[in-house]
């Protein structure tokens, strides 16, 4: 079965970080573009960050450079999101998606991880 498995979501302080996982099974994650999306209530999903699949290539969303840092482990065919200095606008249901740069098809959702940002 293939499928995208997110975990590592939790209550945070605002300052703290966060290590979320995105965990593939049935397909290999460096053959292709993975994303991070969030979508808080009441707002539309946006685009948090991307790892490109063969060229290294990363992008952030202006409000989380400098904070977020988006890596993979090919070994456990895993990517991380690790998001330091949390604020309380970064709240919100963090997605994985995996998508073939060649395949439009071959398109995958996570089910979401919730990460709240809270004293």
């Known amino acids: 079965q293939l499928q995208l498995v997110e975990s590592g979501g939790g209550l945070v302080q605002p300052g703290g970080s966060l290590r979320i996982s995105c965990a593939a099974s049935?397909?290999?994650?460096?053959?292709?573009?993975v994303a991070w999306f969030r979508q808080a209530p009441g707002k539309e999903r946006e685009a948090v960050s991307c790892s490109g699949s063969s060229d290294g290539s990363t992008y952030y969303v202006d409000s989380v450079k400098g904070r977020f840092s988006i890596s993979r482990d090919n070994a456990k065919n895993t990517v991380y999101l690790q998001m330091n200095s949390l604020k309380p606008e970064d709240t919100a249901v963090y997605y994985c998606?995996?998508?073939?740069?060649?395949?439009?098809?071959?398109?995958?959702w996570g089910q979401g991880t919730q990460v709240t940002v809270s004293s």
């Open positions: 049935g397909f290999t994650l460096d053959h292709y573009t």
């Open positions: 998606n995996a998508r073939h740069p060649l395949k439009s098809t071959m398109n995958y």
